[in-house]
Nanobody
């Protein structure tokens, strides 16, 4: 069983930055692929970024490429999402997720554990 807790959300102006963290319980964090998803009001949850077990293979949805950076620290059981040049359309609840696999997963169905989410609001 893995428990995930997100933090770092908040209100920021367009063009600003935020860093989200996802703290995981358990001693097997380093064997999980991890991902970030987001859900805006009235919309379906969408994939944002994923990273493999070692952190060597990040992957992003097109809308955040060049602005967001996913990373992980297996020694600290923590994953991060650095978000720069934020836009109002990035406003959403951001969720971290863990998959009991080493490789990347790009859809929500590929993940086994979810956090409760953290709100990110970008004002124009």
């Amino acid at each position: 069983q893995v428990q995930l807790v997100e933090s770092g959300g908040g209100l920021v102006q367009a063009g600003g930055s935020l860093r989200l963290s996802c703290a995981a319980s358990g001693r097997t964090f380093g064997s999980y692929a991890m991902g970030w998803f987001r859900q805006a009001p009235g919309k379906e949850r969408e994939f944002v970024a994923a990273i493999n077990w070692s952190g060597s293979r990040p992957y992003y949805t097109d809308s955040v490429k060049g602005r967001f950076t996913i990373s992980r620290d297996n020694a600290m059981n923590t994953m991060y999402l650095q978000m720069n040049s934020l836009k109002p359309e990035d406003t959403a609840v951001y969720y971290c997720a863990a998959a009991t696999t080493y490789g990347l997963r790009y859809t929500s169905e590929g993940y086994d554990y979810w956090g409760q989410g953290t709100q990110v609001t970008v004002s124009s």
